[in-house]
């Protein structure tokens, strides 16, 4: 994975591994494309679904921070809202937002 100075990968112990902010982002900035298909680790897959996230895909395939991302942040996305063929997620949640669906699962598309 490219290392821009723009965020890190931090290992989370049982929830896995998450991406960080290295850096301030203002609401509407770009944090990274869309990539998951051309490297085996793209800032894509460490990037945890939350319900409530900081950060959204827009049509033009950018993530965009929602709000100001301070420094050390967790970026979370919703992981629904981006239906990729090859992710079946099923999975329990655990962001822990008070918007919680609970279970992530293609199904419930
Ligand atoms: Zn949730």
Redesign the pocket.
């Known amino acids: 994975m490219s290392e821009t100075g723009d965020f890190h990968v931090v290992d989370c112990g049982p929830k896995g591994n998450a991406l960080f902010t290295s850096r301030r982002f203002e609401e509407g900035e770009t944090i990274y494309m869309l990539d998951y298909w051309t490297k085996e680790v793209m800032p894509m897959h460490m990037t945890n679904?939350?319900?409530?996230p900081n950060s959204e895909f827009n049509d033009e395939g950018r993530l965009v921070a929602l709000r100001d991302l301070e420094k050390n942040e967790e970026i979370t996305y919703n992981y629904i809202l981006v239906p990729l063929p090859a992710s079946p997620w099923n999975f329990e949640?655990?962001?822990?937002?008070d918007?919680?669906?609970?279970w992530?699962s293609v199904n419930t598309l």
């Open positions: 679904h939350s319900c409530s949640c655990q962001c822990k937002s918007d919680c669906r609970g992530i």
